[in-house]
């Protein structure tokens, strides 16, 4: 398994779909939208968030679940991990 990372290098690394370690459901990821400065070429986290859950439907709500990223607290806060591609889910 990777290192962790904070939202801010995974968006520079070009992850969009990152999940928390203490998560307990592995099928649980958010999906972020990664945007570039056409000046600088830097990337950076958009203002929305999808949150992918089985339980989003079990409790009534959208999957995936929208969410404003000012949320997540702390942007740079090495806490997540990428997402392996095997357990991306195709969107509705």
Known sequence: MSDLIS???AMRRGFSKLR????ANPDDYMEFYI????AT???SAGPWVKLWSPVNEIV???NPHMMLILELGDL???CWRP???SLE???K
């Open 60 to 62: 009534g709500n959208k």
């Open 89 to 91: 889910r195709a969107q």
């Open 76 to 78: 740079n806060d090495p």
């Open 35 to 38: 945007y570039e400065d056409p």
């Open 7 to 9: 939202i801010n290098e």
């Open 20 to 23: 928390l370690d203490n998560w």
């Open 41 to 43: 070429h830097e990337k």
């Open 83 to 85: 997402l392996p591609k």
